[in-house]
Structure formats: C-alpha cells, structure tokens
Nanobody
Framework: EVHVVESGGGLVQAGGSLRLSCSAS????????IGWFRRAPGKEREGVAC????????IVTDSLKGRFTASSDDARSTLYLQMHNLQPEDTAVYYC??????????????????????WGQGTQVTVSS
C-alpha cells in the first residue's frame, strides 16, 4: 500500500523561502510518480512539480519556474519542493500525491493521472505581505 508523508510549510513573509518534503513508500512497482499540487483559496487544485522514477527527472510547472525548484533523494522516494521569493498568491494548501505505474515519462502534473487517489493530508503555506 502506497503512503505519502508531507512535511514543511508554515508562515513566511513575502520574499521568503520554504521547503516542502514528500516521502512516498509502498509502491508495487519500480515505475511511479510523485507530485506536488496546491489549492489556493477559491481556486482549483493545480500541479506544481513532480518526479517520475522512469526517467528520474523532475518537472516544475512553467508559471513557477525560476522561483520553485524540485529535487529528490537518491532513492527517488522523496520529492522536495524548494520555494523561493514566495508571494501572497502562493498561499495555498500544498498536497503530495503518488501514482504507481503512471503514464509517461515525463511525470504528470495533471491530477487526473493520479488515479490511485493517494494523497497526503496537505500542508498549509501562508505568505504574508
């Protein structure tokens, strides 16, 4: 059974940085994806970053490149999301998701492809102006 555990998050002033971690375990195959998503108040959940074990590559959604970076541990079982120059519009609940045998590579940033419905509880990121 796949599990994900999120850590990080909190309150930061605009321009500050935070790092989120998502550790996933219990995959039934060597092919999997781990993704970070976020849901801002009044908005739909959107994909932020992901990694695929099939090509060991991380992806950050285009709109956040330059401020957000994604990396993983050597085992490719923990996905880190480093967030710099945070702005109030980054305020959201950030969720981690995992998918066994996802499509791709590349890893999917669309939650539609996380069909196993394995999600973390979410971690709040609040950016004050």
């Amino acid at each position: 059974e796949v599990h994900v555990v999120e850590s990080g998050g909190g309150l930061v002033q605009a321009g500050g940085s935070l790092r989120l971690s998502c550790s996933a375990s219990g995959f039934g195959s060597d092919d999997y994806a781990i993704g970070w998503f976020r849901r801002a108040p009044g908005k739909e959940r959107e994909g932020v970053a992901c990694i695929s074990s099939m090509d060991d590559k991380t992806i950050v959604t285009d709109s956040l490149k330059g401020r957000f970076t994604a990396s993983s541990d050597d085992a490719r079982s923990t996905l880190y999301l480093q967030m710099h120059n945070l702005q109030p519009e980054d305020t959201a609940v950030y969720y981690c998701a995992a998918q066994d045998i996802p499509p791709g590579p590349p890893c999917p940033l669309d939650e539609y492809y996380y069909r196993d419905n394995i999600w973390g509880q979410g971690t709040q990121v609040t950016v004050s102006s």
